[in-house]
């Protein structure tokens, strides 16, 4: 494990977490931190009413939070209006040649900026001028038509120093026909063509950049899955009874390295936002999940293991920061193990947020360079600080792999209770990169 000999929590001591049980630290694959919960102030409002100051001050505290729930790392999928705000949060979050210490104690910080999104589809939208794109100038996301300009976003955001490349498939583009018909406007409808996802998503692998994608229904997810993308995230309407498993199946066949990303969190809080309304999807989404489970078992049993690609990613930031833990939480109730929880949301998330450098030979390759290298008897200097953020594994407890640590009070191999118990409020001990932020239950300040 990297230890962070310049932190001023190492002491040369031997920290007792013999009452703790050790986990590597979490990984929420899907946030927004520049976003605070719905039920404090919608998403319109936020975005159009709220500075950019504002929303990069709660950025900051969010990331803490964060930190503080076990969270050592996180994605987070576009800052939804906020121009280019989470490269400069990424930049505090790491530790600059020179310093022992970042600006702003958070987790390991992969951004995607902007997000991508087609003319008239994601808000916000003006109630006396519906058809101009935006209010005011502010978009949720930047706008593109065409392969030429799909394109041209996608460079400008890597460019930008974008982690990650966030599409937006497909979404409610018709939700100004909700005040006469909530089917029409709550349906999600596609907001590229083929040519152009396949643009998008070519463009960005081409320069070492994974796509995520926002996706609903069957139809989407498989055209995705043909299309190569990195990771699905929602994926509500993945099962349905007219297509039974067939598309769980095709996933399976085309789609092995693909991540699917249920974000139950998001719709589970959905409920509390919008009552009886929306509560389909939640219902779909709770459908989804259990059969993805029941399909993962039945390949198992074939010894076709993972058929499937989890990771743990809840939307968190329409919910409160800090909660994170209850993606864990509603994965349990519905029925998955708790050992393949963890393994979702510590390995697996390495697996879902890390660089293309990562796959493959050259990936393996670069693991088992890292767990060659002895320097921990050297400590870490500028460069190997550096390192921590993208040059060093992390997702389990290892020699080579970075040493994000969490302790929990609790039990996590008993009952739904306890789990649930132990992750969303147990959390006692927390290191990320060889610095200790949580000890006792305590901040470390």
């Known amino acids: 494990m990297w230890i962070h000999r310049n932190s001023p929590s190492y002491r040369d001591e031997i920290i007792d977490l013999l009452h703790l049980t050790i986990l590597p630290g979490f990984v929420d694959t899907h946030v927004h931190f520049f976003l605070h919960s719905y039920e404090e102030t919608s998403w319109n409002d936020q975005v159009t009413k709220e500075s950019l100051r504002e929303r990069t001050l709660r950025a900051g505290v969010h990331a803490r939070k964060t930190l503080m729930a076990g969270y050592t790392t996180v994605r987070d999928l576009a800052n939804e209006g906020a121009e280019d705000a989470d490269i400069a ?234 909660e994170n833990g209850l993606e864990m939480a509603l994965m349990r109730r519905l029925g998955a193990r708790w050992e393949d929880v963890l393994s979702w949301v510590t390995l697996r998330g390495w697996e879902c947020v890390r660089g293309m450098e990562w796959e493959g030979s050259q990936g393996d390759a670069k693991v088992a360079q890292a767990e060659a290298k002895s320097e921990m008897s050297e400590g870490l200097n500028d460069a190997s600080k550096s390192r921590l953020e993208r040059g060093v594994p992390f997702g389990t407890v290892r020699t080579g792999w970075a040493a994000d640590l969490v302790g929990v009070e609790g039990i996590v191999d008993g009952t739904v209770e306890d789990f649930e118990e132990t992750i969303m409020h147990g959390v006692r001990f927390v290191m990320r990169g060889g610095t200790v932020y949580m000890r006792d239950g305590k901040e470390v300040l």
């Not at 958070?106 to 916000?124: D, K, M, V, W």
């Open 89 to 322: 949060l990424r930049k505090c979050l790491v530790i600059l040649p020179g310093k022992k210490e970042p600006i702003i104690v958070g987790p390991r910080y992969y951004c995607s900026t902007r997000a991508i999104a087609s003319t008239g589809s994601l808000g916000p939208k003006s109630n006396l001028f519906p058809s101009r794109s935006g209010i005011e100038g502010i978009t949720g996301a930047e706008v593109a038509d065409g392969i030429e300009e799909c394109i041209k976003a996608v460079r400008r955001q890597i460019g930008a120093g974008a982690d990650w490349i966030k599409i937006y498939a497909d979404y409610m583009f018709r939700s100004c026909m909700a005040d006469v018909s909530s089917h029409i406007g709550g349906s999600h409808f596609p907001l590229f063509t083929r040519d152009e996802l396949k643009a998008m998503i070519d463009c960005a692998h081409s320069l070492g950049v994974k796509v995520a994608v926002h996706a609903h229904t069957g139809e989407m997810i498989e055209q995705l899955l043909e299309l190569d993308v990195d990771s699905i995230e929602h994926g509500a309407e993945l099962f349905d009874e007219e297509r039974g498993f067939s598309l769980l199946k095709k996933w399976a066949e085309v789609g092995k390295k693909t991540f699917w990303v249920p974000t139950l969190s998001v719709y589970y809080h959905i409920l509390k936002w919008s009552g009886s309304r929306l509560s389909i999807d939640w219902e779909r989404a709770q459908e989804s999940f259990k059969k993805v489970l029941e399909f993962r078992d039945a390949e198992a049993a074939k010894g076709r293991l993972d058929a499937i690609k989890i990771s743990c990613g809840g939307d968190t930031g329409p919910f409160p920061h800090g």
